[in-house]
């Protein structure tokens, strides 16, 4: 691990607890940041220490030849590594449905009334609210699934891709590898 990548860790890591002590938005806004800041850092990281491999695969691609399941599997952790890695470890998919499940049964049973009293109103905006922080992570999850079933489609002939494929993927993985910080 790069000295760089394992000083963010431990930065992380003092911010992490930190937040989880103070309990204050300010400590968790920050810890967002950082948590961005590290995993940016660990993209570039990875892209950077393959570049050579990802050169000759993308000329490999340019020139029409067929990947192999090596070269096909390196395409793979490139462009959809991340979203693999995250389907893989993020357990609480199950847990989000059955949290928006429940809000939508309480939003249900205030829609049956015949009137909102003012507290049934601020319940309902209460629902809502809650509804909407949870949505975005079920998107995001989802989106990431149905990313990596994509590719998984195009890559379904093994390593002979069609002309414009290849060319589209050949440039996807130099506009990867482009990074500035590399």
């Not at 940016?40 to 067929?66: C, M, P």
């Not at 590594?81 to 939508?104: C, M, P, S, V």
């Not at 992570?137 to 414009?164: D, I």
């Amino acid at each position: 691990m790069s000295t760089q990548l394992h000083a963010q860790i431990e930065q992380l890591l003092t911010m992490a607890e930190q937040a989880l002590t103070s309990e204050n938005a300010a400590a968790y806004e920050a810890l967002t940041a950082r948590v961005s800041s590290l995993d940016e850092a660990a993209r570039e990281l990875f892209q950077s220490s393959f570049v050579r491999q990802y050169h000759d695969i993308a000329n490999k691609l340019d020139r029409g030849e067929t990947l192999s399941s090596d070269e096909i599997e390196a395409v793979r952790l490139l462009i959809v590594g991340d979203a693999k890695f995250y389907l893989q470890h993020e357990n609480n998919y199950g847990d989000w449905q059955t949290e928006l499940r429940r809000l939508i049964s309480e939003i249900v049973q205030l829609r049956n009334r015949a009137t909102l009293s003012g507290i049934e109103m601020l319940t309902l905006q209460a629902l809502c609210r809650d509804a909407r922080n949870l949505l975005p992570s079920l998107v995001n999850y989802l989106r990431e699934r149905e990313r990596l079933q994509r590719f998984e489609e195009t890559m379904q002939g093994g390593g002979q891709l069609a002309p414009g494929t290849a060319q589209f993927l050949s440039n996807v993985i130099r506009e990867m590898i482009a990074s500035p910080a590399l």
